[in-house]
Protein backbone atom coordinates (compact mmCIF):
# COMPACT_ATOMS: atom_id res chain seq x y z
CA UNK A 1 0.00 0.00 0.00
CA UNK A 2 2.78 2.24 0.46
CA UNK A 3 4.02 2.52 -2.78
CA UNK A 4 0.76 3.45 -4.02
CA UNK A 5 0.03 5.81 -1.08
CA UNK A 6 3.25 7.47 -2.29
CA UNK A 7 1.88 7.63 -5.80
CA UNK A 8 -1.26 8.98 -4.86
CA UNK A 9 0.28 12.09 -2.79
CA UNK A 10 2.36 12.87 -6.28
CA UNK A 11 0.19 12.99 -8.55
CA UNK A 12 -2.14 15.56 -6.32
CA UNK A 13 1.12 17.86 -5.88
CA UNK A 14 1.95 17.53 -9.40
CA UNK A 15 -1.70 18.56 -10.05
CA UNK A 16 -1.21 21.51 -7.90
CA UNK A 17 -3.33 20.23 -4.75
CA UNK A 18 -1.34 21.34 -1.57
CA UNK A 19 -2.87 20.60 1.84
CA UNK A 20 -4.40 23.60 3.65
CA UNK A 21 -1.74 24.52 6.21
CA UNK A 22 -3.13 24.48 9.64
CA UNK A 23 -2.85 27.16 12.26
CA UNK A 24 -5.26 25.06 14.46
CA UNK A 25 -4.59 25.77 18.43
CA UNK A 26 -4.64 27.96 21.19
CA UNK A 27 -2.12 30.73 21.06
CA UNK A 28 -1.01 33.72 23.08
CA UNK A 29 1.12 36.47 22.37
CA UNK A 30 4.74 36.01 23.19
CA UNK A 31 7.11 38.74 21.17
CA UNK A 32 6.56 41.83 19.36
CA UNK A 33 6.85 45.60 20.49
CA UNK A 34 4.57 47.43 22.72
CA UNK A 35 6.45 48.23 25.93
CA UNK A 36 7.64 51.74 25.05
CA UNK A 37 11.38 52.92 24.27
CA UNK A 38 12.55 55.27 21.40
CA UNK A 39 9.79 57.34 19.85
CA UNK A 40 7.26 54.69 19.87
CA UNK A 41 3.64 55.99 19.71
CA UNK A 42 1.97 52.47 19.04
CA UNK A 43 2.27 48.82 20.04
CA UNK A 44 2.33 47.66 16.64
CA UNK A 45 5.58 49.56 16.25
CA UNK A 46 8.89 50.40 17.66
CA UNK A 47 9.14 53.89 16.06
CA UNK A 48 6.73 56.79 14.98
CA UNK A 49 4.13 56.63 12.33
CA UNK A 50 3.33 58.28 9.18
CA UNK A 51 0.51 60.59 10.50
CA UNK A 52 -1.42 63.13 8.70
CA UNK A 53 -2.35 65.97 10.34
CA UNK A 54 -5.69 64.40 10.86
CA UNK A 55 -4.40 61.33 12.08
CA UNK A 56 -1.74 62.94 14.58
CA UNK A 57 -4.99 64.98 16.25
CA UNK A 58 -6.73 61.88 16.41
CA UNK A 59 -4.38 60.18 18.08
CA UNK A 60 -3.85 63.63 20.20
CA UNK A 61 -7.60 63.05 20.81
CA UNK A 62 -7.49 60.00 22.35
CA UNK A 63 -6.62 59.69 25.67
CA UNK A 64 -5.82 56.43 26.97
CA UNK A 65 -4.80 55.00 30.38
CA UNK A 66 -1.23 52.99 29.72
CA UNK A 67 1.53 54.02 27.41
CA UNK A 68 3.47 57.06 26.94
CA UNK A 69 0.86 59.41 26.41
CA UNK A 70 -1.18 57.84 29.29
CA UNK A 71 -3.45 60.02 31.82
CA UNK A 72 -4.84 59.28 34.95
CA UNK A 73 -7.93 56.41 33.21
CA UNK A 74 -10.54 58.71 35.36
CA UNK A 75 -9.57 61.23 33.15
CA UNK A 76 -9.22 59.42 29.85
CA UNK A 77 -11.53 58.55 28.03
CA UNK A 78 -10.32 54.64 26.63
CA UNK A 79 -13.82 52.99 25.50
CA UNK A 80 -13.29 50.17 27.43
CA UNK A 81 -13.60 52.56 30.90
CA UNK A 82 -17.57 51.88 30.26
CA UNK A 83 -16.78 48.34 29.16
CA UNK A 84 -16.95 49.15 25.66
CA UNK A 85 -15.41 46.16 23.31
CA UNK A 86 -12.21 46.30 22.78
CA UNK A 87 -12.26 45.76 19.22
CA UNK A 88 -10.19 43.24 17.05
CA UNK A 89 -6.53 44.57 16.87
CA UNK A 90 -6.47 45.78 20.60
CA UNK A 91 -7.32 42.22 21.04
CA UNK A 92 -4.91 40.74 19.06
CA UNK A 93 -2.19 42.80 20.32
CA UNK A 94 -3.46 42.19 23.98
CA UNK A 95 -1.87 39.32 26.11
CA UNK A 96 -5.08 37.17 26.12
CA UNK A 97 -4.92 33.63 24.23
CA UNK A 98 -7.40 33.10 21.16
CA UNK A 99 -7.98 29.88 19.11
CA UNK A 100 -8.12 29.41 15.72
CA UNK A 101 -10.10 26.37 13.89
CA UNK A 102 -10.49 24.96 10.71
CA UNK A 103 -13.99 25.04 9.34
CA UNK A 104 -15.09 24.97 5.60
CA UNK A 105 -14.77 27.81 3.77
CA UNK A 106 -13.89 29.73 6.97
CA UNK A 107 -11.39 30.26 9.60
CA UNK A 108 -12.81 30.74 12.83
CA UNK A 109 -10.92 32.65 15.40
CA UNK A 110 -12.36 32.41 18.97
CA UNK A 111 -10.97 35.22 20.98
CA UNK A 112 -10.87 35.08 24.76
CA UNK A 113 -11.03 38.41 25.81
CA UNK A 114 -14.48 39.38 25.44
CA UNK A 115 -15.19 35.49 24.49
CA UNK A 116 -15.77 36.74 20.78
CA UNK A 117 -15.83 34.70 17.62
CA UNK A 118 -14.47 36.43 14.77
CA UNK A 119 -15.15 34.37 10.79
CA UNK A 120 -12.20 34.97 8.32
CA UNK A 121 -14.22 33.82 5.23
CA UNK A 122 -12.02 31.35 2.61
CA UNK A 123 -14.70 30.29 0.26
CA UNK A 124 -12.74 32.25 -2.28
CA UNK A 125 -14.87 35.34 -2.03
CA UNK A 126 -13.13 38.87 -2.40
CA UNK A 127 -12.85 41.22 0.13
CA UNK A 128 -15.17 43.72 -0.78
CA UNK A 129 -14.56 47.72 -1.66
CA UNK A 130 -16.41 48.65 1.92
CA UNK A 131 -19.70 47.22 3.95
CA UNK A 132 -22.17 49.01 4.21
CA UNK A 133 -24.04 47.43 7.12
CA UNK A 134 -21.13 47.88 9.31
CA UNK A 135 -18.60 48.94 10.84
CA UNK A 136 -18.46 46.28 13.41
CA UNK A 137 -16.22 45.93 16.29
CA UNK A 138 -14.18 43.29 14.96
CA UNK A 139 -14.59 44.00 11.32
CA UNK A 140 -15.52 41.84 7.92
CA UNK A 141 -12.68 39.52 7.03
CA UNK A 142 -11.64 37.72 4.00
CA UNK A 143 -8.70 35.76 3.93
CA UNK A 144 -6.46 33.39 1.39
CA UNK A 145 -3.39 31.19 1.19
CA UNK A 146 0.08 32.46 -0.45
CA UNK A 147 1.98 29.30 0.09
CA UNK A 148 2.14 28.49 3.43
CA UNK A 149 0.53 32.16 4.73
CA UNK A 150 -2.62 32.84 5.28
CA UNK A 151 -3.65 36.64 3.90
CA UNK A 152 -6.45 38.39 5.85
CA UNK A 153 -7.98 41.48 4.24
CA UNK A 154 -10.26 43.28 7.06
CA UNK A 155 -12.40 46.22 6.48
CA UNK A 156 -15.65 48.11 8.33
CA UNK A 157 -13.41 48.34 11.42
CA UNK A 158 -14.90 50.43 14.14
CA UNK A 159 -13.10 53.55 14.95
CA UNK A 160 -14.52 54.29 17.63
CA UNK A 161 -12.01 51.69 19.26
CA UNK A 162 -8.68 52.15 20.27
CA UNK A 163 -6.12 50.47 18.00
CA UNK A 164 -3.67 49.06 21.26
CA UNK A 165 -3.41 50.01 24.55
CA UNK A 166 -2.03 53.32 23.69
CA UNK A 167 -4.83 54.85 21.83
CA UNK A 168 -3.60 54.36 18.70
CA UNK A 169 -6.08 55.81 16.23
CA UNK A 170 -7.33 54.41 12.42
CA UNK A 171 -10.62 55.66 10.73
CA UNK A 172 -13.75 53.73 9.64
CA UNK A 173 -12.44 53.84 5.53
CA UNK A 174 -8.93 51.80 7.02
CA UNK A 175 -8.05 48.41 5.40
CA UNK A 176 -5.94 45.85 7.28
CA UNK A 177 -3.76 43.26 6.15
CA UNK A 178 -2.63 40.32 8.21
CA UNK A 179 0.33 37.73 7.31
CA UNK A 180 -0.24 34.83 9.65
CA UNK A 181 2.63 32.38 9.17
CA UNK A 182 3.39 29.74 11.38
CA UNK A 183 7.31 29.42 11.58
CA UNK A 184 7.60 26.61 14.34
CA UNK A 185 5.40 23.85 15.73
CA UNK A 186 5.11 25.88 18.37
CA UNK A 187 4.91 29.07 17.22
CA UNK A 188 3.18 31.71 15.09
CA UNK A 189 4.47 35.45 13.17
CA UNK A 190 2.03 37.43 12.32
CA UNK A 191 2.74 41.27 10.60
CA UNK A 192 -0.13 43.56 10.03
CA UNK A 193 -0.51 46.89 7.17
CA UNK A 194 -2.71 49.37 7.75
CA UNK A 195 -4.14 51.45 4.97
CA UNK A 196 -5.86 54.34 6.10
CA UNK A 197 -5.10 57.77 3.97
CA UNK A 198 -7.86 59.58 6.43
CA UNK A 199 -4.86 58.88 9.22
CA UNK A 200 -1.72 57.95 7.66
CA UNK A 201 0.45 59.20 5.02
CA UNK A 202 1.19 56.01 3.41
CA UNK A 203 0.78 52.55 4.57
CA UNK A 204 3.22 51.23 7.28
CA UNK A 205 3.44 47.14 8.25
CA UNK A 206 3.96 46.58 12.04
CA UNK A 207 7.19 44.77 13.47
CA UNK A 208 6.16 41.21 13.51
CA UNK A 209 3.73 39.85 16.47
CA UNK A 210 5.02 36.24 17.46
CA UNK A 211 2.47 33.87 19.39
CA UNK A 212 3.37 30.76 21.42
CA UNK A 213 1.46 27.62 21.18
CA UNK A 214 -0.52 27.02 24.50
CA UNK A 215 -0.40 22.88 25.21
CA UNK A 216 -3.66 21.90 26.92
CA UNK A 217 -4.94 25.29 27.20
CA UNK A 218 -8.88 26.39 26.38
CA UNK A 219 -10.14 29.32 25.96
CA UNK A 220 -11.74 30.56 28.52
CA UNK A 221 -14.31 33.50 29.42
CA UNK A 222 -13.13 37.04 29.90
CA UNK A 223 -16.21 39.67 29.54
CA UNK A 224 -15.89 43.25 30.93
CA UNK A 225 -19.69 43.36 31.63
CA UNK A 226 -21.07 46.84 32.57
CA UNK A 227 -22.36 45.77 35.63
CA UNK A 228 -18.69 45.37 37.10
CA UNK A 229 -17.33 47.86 35.69
CA UNK A 230 -19.45 50.65 36.85
CA UNK A 231 -18.88 49.76 40.33
CA UNK A 232 -15.16 49.30 39.64
CA UNK A 233 -15.17 53.13 38.68
CA UNK A 234 -17.34 54.15 41.07
CA UNK A 235 -14.87 52.32 43.91
CA UNK A 236 -11.46 52.38 42.40
CA UNK A 237 -10.98 54.21 39.39
CA UNK A 238 -12.45 57.59 39.78
CA UNK A 239 -10.77 58.15 43.67
CA UNK A 240 -7.30 56.89 42.22
CA UNK A 241 -8.12 59.60 40.10
CA UNK A 242 -9.17 62.36 42.58
CA UNK A 243 -12.14 62.36 40.58
CA UNK A 244 -15.59 62.81 42.18
Known amino acids: MRPLLFLVSALLA?????????????????????RGGGNAVSQWSSGDLPFTAAGREHLNTNKPGKGPRAVMPAFGNDPMG???PPGLYRTLVYNRPFEFIHAQGKIVQLLEWGRIHRIIFTDGRAAPDDVPAGPYWYGYSVGKWEGDTLVVTTLGVDSRAFMDEWGTPFSDEARFVERWKRTAPNRIEMTLTVHDPATYSEPWTSVPMTYALQANA??????????DEVVFNERIRDPAGGKK
Open 82 to 84: QAN
Open 218 to 227: DVEEMIFAPI
Open 14 to 34: ASGYAQTPDLSGVWQRSGGPG
